[in-house]
């Protein structure tokens, strides 16, 4: 489990995290979910440890984040993938060097589905694609927990599908999907868990199944009742 405990986290005069908390489950794909600039992405880089926090603790199944944490956790940024110079094999060798959990058969096998193959230079790819170059390499990193950040940003609508039907299919039973997305729609069947934020803090976290069984509602349909009281 990753607990969240009042975490806050300033840059400048700009409060990003305002005394959050919350619990993420093992063995569930949890979304993040929020409007523009609430903080979504200061939350999965400072579970990472890529960002400091100013005030509260974040522990991974129970310890701060140290070098054994370290190999639990695979962090998929929003930015273009790494590697640009690099072929797809020569980024997969690198990433091999990093992460101890590294899975070559997860790879190849993420890498034959999205019709790629490893001898492609990564600064020649479409933008779909470097974004299906990226999602291997956080995934074949085999981590407890994976976290993305608006993985669908720049994908179309179909490579969006597959990428949620891949997500699923590689996911064991004690492994997590962390996701921040807009796209929320897309992740409806897939999702467990839900955390609405905003301005810094968790406003509302539900089991989407729950919500679907005692109140009708979609996803959507609950974050527009929270966020306007719909
Ligand atoms: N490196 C930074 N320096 C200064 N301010 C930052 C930095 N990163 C984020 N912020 C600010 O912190 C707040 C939260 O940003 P964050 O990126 O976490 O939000 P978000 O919910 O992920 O937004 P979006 O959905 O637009 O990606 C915003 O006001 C943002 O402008």
Redesign the pocket.
Known sequence: MIEVKNVSKK??K?K?LNDISFNIQEGKITAIL??????????L?AISGL?GIDSGEILIDGDRINKDTYNKLAFVP?VESHFPQLTIKESFEFMKEFYINWSDEKAYEMLEIFNLTDDLLISSLSKGNKARVKIVLGFAQNAKYTLL??PFSGIDIFKREEFIGIMAKYMDENQSIII?T?EIGEIEMIVDDVLI?DN?KLIFGFNAEEIRQSEGKSIIDKMREVYRGE
């Open positions: 840059y400048k700009i990003a929020g409007t523009n600039g609430v903080g979504k992405s200061t939350i880089k960002v929003d950040d608006e921040t807009h934020i810094g």
